[in-house]
């Protein structure tokens, strides 16, 4: 996220969470733990986002991979300011009304993964339905940025849905990002609950249109478990995404943010996951990265180079 931190905001975070009940926040298992980060690149890296006034998403969304991510020098950044029109019920971003966008900022991420040394980076942003096109041409904008700053980087994009915004998805796709990424998050039947904002074809269908606009294009999807699914609705997501001709799926554990967020119902076994990605691999994607603390962003340097070999070796036996 590249936005200046205000220390004198004291809106609540989620004000529309704030009269829900509290809820017990389940133990977490062995698999789930990871070590506090601290790791001399790490500060490295935590010292870069602070001079440049960066807000990441790692940090936002309370990531578990911050520690080996940033141990990196892998750092998602959240564009279009830090409050989201929506308000998804697993969702840790603060939101309210956004503040106007700044001209300035696709120069300043450029300036960002120039500084970092990024060979693959990931660009994602808040919802934005305040604006008419949902900001695509903003994302367009910082994608044309890096192209001029470091044209060597590859570039990710996780967009929102851009729901009843005509056209803002060609606008987005004719700037070439190298990965288009867009999470449903959850098996249909969750949505109300889970993402009341979004409608889960529209996102299905936001995945294929990538495809018919740019066949070239890498698409990708990501969901969580342990909201009360059934493995027989996450196998159904998979055909869908397939469909779509989505490349690369991601599925990961959810976590929950606070006591007020909607909560855990179970955690998924390391073998449900391990499962997961065999069906999912029989099923077609180029490649499928399923275990507890999978999320998006996570490797997804390395996840591209290999989007890319698989690529090349299924065009090679075709």
Known sequence: MVTLIDSTDTRPRHP????????????????????????PIYKETQQIVRENGLVTVCEEAGCPNIGECWSKKHATMMIMGE?????????????GLPTALDPNEPENVAIAVEKLGLAH??????????????GAEHFAQVIRAIRRRTPKTTIEILTPDFLRKEGALEVVVAAKPDVFNHNLETVPSKYLKVRPG?????????????????????????????????RNEVLQLMDDLRSADVDFLT???????????????????????????????????????????TRSSHHAGEDFAQL???????????
């Open 198 to 230: 979004a409608r889960y074809f529209h996102s299905i269908r936001l995945l294929q249109r990538v495809k018919e606009l740019d066949p070239t294009m890498f698409t990708k999807s990501g969901i969580m478990v342990g909201l009360g699914e059934e």
């Open 251 to 293: 599925i990961g554990q959810y976590l929950a943010p606070t006591k007020r967020h909607i909560a855990v119902n179970r955690f998924v076994t390391p073998e449900e996951f391990k499962s997961y990605a065999t069906v999912a691999t029989t099923k077609g994607f180029l490649l499928v990265s399923s275990s507890p603390l």
């Open 121 to 134: 980076v990931v660009i994602t942003s808040v919802d934005r339905d305040d604006l008419p096109d949902g």
């Open 16 to 39: 529309e969470k704030a009269n829900r009940p509290e809820h017990e926040m389940l133990r977490k298992p062995d698999w789930i733990r990871v070590k506090a980060p601290g790791s």
């Open 83 to 95: 409050i989201c029109t929506r308000a998804c019920a697993f969702c840790n971003v603060r939101t």
């Open 308 to 318: 890319r070999a698989n690529r090349m070796a299924k065009l090679a036996h075709a």
